[in-house]
């Protein structure tokens, strides 16, 4: 049943392509790049990586071609994260408006720990320490719940129809992902205490090791369709949430509304 649910992600490659498509004709690409680029970007990535997923800690695939490898795809969603983050911030303070200064200030720390995060990852991934993948997770958790409690905030401002709507699916949005990801946390650290090979794995910055992992990311790949290569069910509603259903769409509907 799990392999059906990995081929069914390519459902996401036709719909994020007409995104990506409905992106460039029907919203005004000369409005605002800082709204219009992230959106683009992401969307893009996610039809790339609904076409060829990769799991960073197991470096499973489903199709086996370098285009699947953990550094491609990391060194793509590295600038989608930041760009798409940039751009939830860059939203609240264009809907604050100035109004309150903190909520300006406060904004930017999403930026700030999306960065962060990336370091934790590539940490994992370059370090072999897999420890370093609940860090970059409560980063995000912590991007959201800063989204989510600035938007609670802003709803006693003075909002144009479009503008509340945004703040309203943000507030949804923090409703069901901060939760969901306190179970995906407990799902890491779980996965952490009862796998030998991570509880053995050592923090070490030597060099050679650093080059032996960044070839590794390039090259070494196993094609599989275990649930438990992918994170199980928790892994695959974060696959079809992040690549397909929620995010996408969301940005899209953002750069059509502003």
Known sequence: MYKYFLQGLRIGVISNLFLLWASLTIANISNDLFLVVPAIILISVSAFRCLFPVNYASKSVIIDTVLSSVFVTRFLVTIVEVTYIYMFSYVLRIINFDQYMFVDLISWLMVIQVLISQFFCWGAILLKYERF??????????????????????????????????????????????????????????????????????????????????????????????????????????????????????????????
């Open 133 to 258: 993948y609940f860090y970059e997770e409560f980063g995000w958790f912590v991007i959201f719940f800063i989204n989510t409690i600035l938007s609670i905030v802003m709803l006693s401002l003075d909002l144009s129809n479009a503008h509340h709507s945004l703040i309203i699916i943000n507030i949804v949005f923090g409703a069901l992902y901060l939760p969901w990801q306190v179970l995906h946390l407990k799902s890491i650290t779980k996965r952490i205490n009862t796998n030998p090979e991570i509880k053995v794995q050592e923090f070490n910055m030597d060099l050679s090791k650093v080059k032996l992992e960044f070839e590794s990311s390039i090259n070494d790949r196993k094609v599989s369709f275990e649930s438990n290569d992918w994170g199980g069910v928790v892994g695959m509603m974060w696959m079809y949430g992040y690549w397909i259903l929620f995010i996408p769409v969301w940005m899209f509907y953002i750069i059509l509304i502003i």
